[in-house]
Antibody, heavy 117, light 112 residues
Framework: QVQLVQSGAEVKMPGASVKVSCKASGYTFTIYGLHWVRQAPGQRLEWMGWINPGNGNTRDSQNFQDRVSLTRDTSANTFYMELTALRFEDSAVYYCARSGSDWSADNWGQGTLVTVS | QSALTQPASVSGSPGQSITISCTGT?????????VSWYQQHPDKAPKLVIY???NRPSGVSNRFSGSKSGNTASLTISGLQTEDEADYYC????????????FGTGTKVTVL
């Protein structure tokens, strides 16, 4: 079955960077894109970006002002999301989610809590 | 556009039907049949319940259905059950210059 397993919770100081990983299994890694989505406490889902694992191409939300970097390691079936210049308001649960051909997020990771404090 | 517009809350009694609206623009909901709906229970990851406007993933109850008219999409839950109490988010691909995918503001569904 499809599984996306994310790295553990992180606590970071303002101005630092965080890198969250998302290991995929149960499907052909290079066929499906991957979304990154975050959710601040009590807030709505916010789309951060998408990566094509086949060629590494990305689509990013400009709401993050170029602070987001999406990468993948095809040898390890793992995706990465790095967020730089962290601010208090970046405290949130960060999710990875597999993307279908219609951009729907059909399988989600368990979420990674990032606290900026 | 930063978010699609949903009502903050919708409620209904067990067995009733409810409908959640999702209003976008001619650059997202109105332009593409790439509208999805997600259910999120507290402290859980979202779960896809509708994709491609009106398609249900395998394993999702047929009590969930989706539709679209113009710039507004809708999710209907029929035969409301207590386990349907959750937050619901719509989403769409968008032609916006600042982002490619957008979520709705979210709707809290309460089963009375």
């Amino acid at each position: 079955q499809v599984q996306l397993v994310q790295s553990g919770a992180e606590v970071k100081m303002p101005g630092a960077s965080v890198k969250v990983s998302c290991k995929a299994s149960g499907y052909t890694f290079t066929i499906y894109g991957l979304h990154w989505v975050r959710q601040a406490p009590g807030q709505r889902l916010e789309w951060m970006g998408w990566i094509n694992p086949g060629n590494g191409n990305t689509r990013d939300s400009q709401n993050f002002q170029d602070r987001v970097s999406l990468t993948r390691d095809t040898s390890a079936n793992t995706f990465y999301m790095e967020l730089t210049a962290l601010r208090f308001e970046d405290s949130a649960v960060y999710y990875c989610a597999r993307s279908g051909s219609d951009w729907s997020a059909d399988n989600w990771g368990q979420g990674t809590l990032v606290t900026v404090s | 556009q930063s978010a699609l517009t949903q009502p903050a809350s919708v409620s209904g009694s067990p067995g009733q039907s409810i409908t959640i609206s999702c209003t976008g623009t001619s650059g997202d909901v109105g332009a593409y049949n790439y509208v999805s709906w997600y259910q999120q229970h507290p402290d859980k990851a979202p779960k896809l319940v509708i994709y491609g406007v009106n398609n249900r993933p395998s394993g999702v109850s047929n009590r969930f259905s989706g539709s679209k008219s113009g710039n507004t999409a809708s999710l209907t839950i029929s035969g409301l059950q207590t386990e349907d109490e959750a937050d619901y988010y719509c989403s769409s691909y968008t032609s916006s210059s600042t982002l490619a995918y957008v979520f709705g503001t979210g709707t809290k569904v309460t089963v009375l």
